[in-house]
């Protein structure tokens, strides 16, 4: 059974820092990338960052180039996000998802996910 089990939420003041952790199990986790996707209140989700976790071809929106950082750590299973100078616009619901990786990954955008996990919130105070 797939499992993906997002952590490290919380709240924080503009500018300040926070690491979200996403542990996977059941399935083979170089095989996939794992992405970082929020969702705020009246807005569609989108993907914030991606990693192909064999490869570490890595993706970013735009709107956190610079100040997100994402890791894996293929001998624990687990992804994750550091996220740095927080600004009230990334106040969202963070959720990590799993897709099976293609022969090819660019790394130009988040792919749709397979598979997700629950949610984190995370909340920034101005």
């Known amino acids: 059974e797939v499992q993906l089990q997002a952590s490290g939420g919380g709240l924080v003041q503009a500018g300040g820092s926070l690491r979200l952790s996403c542990a996977a199990s059941g399935f083979i986790f170089d095989d996939y990338i794992i992405g970082w996707f929020r969702q705020s209140p009246g807005k569609e989700r989108e993907g914030a960052s991606c990693?192909?976790?064999?490869?570490?071809?890595?993706y970013y929106a735009d709107s956190v180039k610079g100040r997100f950082t994402i890791s894996s750590d293929n001998a624990k299973n687990a992804v994750y996000l550091q996220m740095n100078s927080l600004k009230p616009e990334d106040m969202a619901v963070y959720y990590c998802?799993?897709?099976?990786?293609?022969?090819?990954?660019?790394?130009?955008?988040?792919?749709?996910?397979?598979?997700w996990g629950k949610g984190t919130q995370v909340t920034v105070s101005s």
């Open positions: 990693i192909s976790v064999s490869d570490g071809t890595v």
């Open positions: 998802g799993a897709r099976k990786r293609g022969r090819y990954y660019s790394g130009n955008y988040c792919p749709r996910m397979d598979y």
